[in-house]
């Protein structure tokens, strides 16, 4: 009995340990690089495909950052926030445009709500994701004032024709060269405006709360906690084991003794 518990602890043990040599051989390699290469590529409008399941494979073979220039944005992707499975790379647009909205199809009531205001739509491709976390850093000093506070919102086109808006920031100022820094999964179109309360409390009756998507999460997905979810299971089942071979073994020597005072009864 004592055999079978001891080997079973020393098993599993060995197999919790083996599951997680390779993310400790992982964190070992890249402590020590404290600035990781970047790979910088650059797209123009006319040839804007970014075929990222090809172009990613790169941070398999070294700790690197990567870096998308097209000719009005910058995607950074830090190699910490790239995604680990590749089944999330996608080919995604390097195209970004800036218009008027007199020139977009935005919805004619959100346009009438803006009537006289500074304000512009920046359009990424619809429908495209990062295959990663992705700083993007827009350009915007040819159409905006950097003295000027602006508001932003994420411009939803629903099902039913109708339009609904998020405000991204408030009261934003762009840096001195006249760029927007944030960050983001996937494609999203966005409104740019002055920042003012009436335009505020008019544009409010668009306001949306998004909701996450059927088979979505905002954490790691199951596949990249695998190796974790089995690591601790290890352990636990490890735990529970151990603590029922000192039960047992108790449970024995509480057996013995009582035999042992029976026997002593009966010699007697």
């Known amino acids: 009995m004592k055999s079978i518990y001891t080997y079973s602890v020393f098993f599993l043990l060995m197999i919790a340990f083996l599951l997680q ?51 009005r944005a910058v995607w950074t992707f830090f190699y910490e926030n790239i995604f680990r499975s590749t089944g999330k790379w996608h080919p995604f647009s390097a195209a970004v445009t800036v218009k008027p909205l007199a020139e977009t199809d935005v919805h004619a009531d959100i346009q009438s709500a803006l009537t006289a205001k500074d304000a512009y739509y920046i359009d990424f491709a619809d429908g495209d994701l990062y295959p990663g976390t992705a700083q993007v850093e827009i350009r915007l000093s040819d159409v905006v004032s950097a003295d000027q506070s602006y508001t932003v919102y994420d411009y939803k086109k629903n099902a039913d024709g109708t339009a609904s808006l998020r405000q991204m920031a408030d009261h934003m100022k762009l840096s001195a060269d006249g760029t927007w820094f944030f960050t983001l999964t996937e494609a999203h179109d966005l409104l740019i405006t002055v920042s003012d309360e009436t335009t505020a409390a008019a544009l409010s009756a668009y306001a949306y709360v998004p909701q996450l998507a059927a088979g979505t999460s905002s954490g790691a997905s199951f596949g990249e906690n695998i190796g974790w979810i089995i690591f601790f299971t290890a352990v636990s089942v490890g735990v529970i084991i151990l603590v029922l071979y000192f039960v047992t073994v108790h449970m024995i020597k509480i057996k013995r003794r009582k035999n042992k005072t029976q026997n002593a009864m009966i010699k007697k």
């Open 21 to 71: 040599t390779p993310l400790l051989v992982s964190a070992a390699d890249t402590a020590g690089d404290d600035v990781p290469k970047v790979l910088t590529y650059t797209y123009t409008d006319d040839d804007p495909t970014v075929n990222a399941p090809e172009l990613f494979l790169s941070i398999y073979e070294e700790t690197c950052d990567i870096q998308i220039i097209g000719e």
